[in-house]
């Protein structure tokens, strides 16, 4: 007998089209609220300007996948997007996260919604302000210590 399929993306689709609603009966209360909490501490870091504090949300093996862009599969390769080490700055100035759905059944969780965010970007004589809103999309996973931790990232384009 084959061992039912544990790809945690193979699991989010399964998960996304099995709950419809705000909050999917799969998840207790307290994993739902767990959920919740730890984009708020991802929120909370970016507007803090704590790099430590964005990548202590996300899993070691987390994977990001920007728009119009490969997916980043590795720690080294989200810090060189987010921060990378050629003289730029990037501060986010405003960051506005909207979760429309929370759903799933543990260890595996997903998250809905919408988010604005607004940054600063500097680079020698370079000075630009950018607020961008989009859909995303993100998956949870839950460590057996019980830690919710970010463990896919997804975004869109910019709405208009």
């Given at each position: 007998?084959?061992?039912?399929?544990?790809?945690?993306?193979?699991?989010?689709?399964?998960?996304?089209?099995?709950?419809?609603?705000a909050?999917?009966?799969?998840?207790?209360?307290?994993?739902?609220?767990?959920?919740?909490?730890?984009?708020?501490?991802?929120?909370?870091?970016?507007?803090?300007?704590?790099?430590?504090?964005?990548?202590?949300?996300l899993?070691?093996?987390?994977?990001?996948?920007?728009?119009?862009?490969?997916?980043?599969?590795?720690?080294?390769?989200?810090?060189?997007?987010?921060?990378?080490?050629?003289?730029?700055?990037?501060?986010?100035?405003?960051?506005?996260?909207?979760?429309?759905?929370v759903?799933?059944?543990?260890?595996?969780?997903?998250?809905?919604?919408?988010?604005?965010?607004?940054?600063?970007?500097?680079?020698?004589?370079?000075?630009?302000?950018?607020?961008?809103?989009?859909?995303?999309?993100?998956?949870?996973?839950?460590?057996?210590?019980?830690?919710?931790?970010?463990?896919?990232?997804?975004?869109?384009?910019?709405?208009?």
């Amino acid at each position: 007998m084959r061992p039912a399929n544990t790809d945690p993306g193979f699991l989010l689709f399964v998960i996304s089209c099995a709950s419809p609603a705000a909050d999917s009966p799969g998840l207790s209360v307290p994993d739902s609220t767990a959920v919740r909490a730890v984009e708020a501490a991802y929120v909370s870091a970016w507007l803090a300007d704590d790099t430590a504090g964005v990548l202590a949300t996300l899993t070691p093996d987390a994977v990001l996948l920007p728009p119009r862009a490969l997916p980043l599969p590795s720690r080294s390769l989200i810090r060189a997007y987010w921060w990378p080490q050629d003289g730029s700055r990037t501060r986010i100035t405003a960051f506005d996260w909207t979760i429309d759905e929370v759903g799933g059944q543990p260890p595996v969780a997903y998250t809905r919604g919408l988010s604005t965010v607004s940054w600063t970007y500097d680079k020698d004589t370079v000075h630009q302000t950018a607020t961008v809103r989009s859909p995303n999309l993100t998956l949870l996973r839950r460590d057996p210590d019980g830690i919710w931790k970010i463990t896919h990232q997804m975004w869109g384009p910019p709405l208009p």
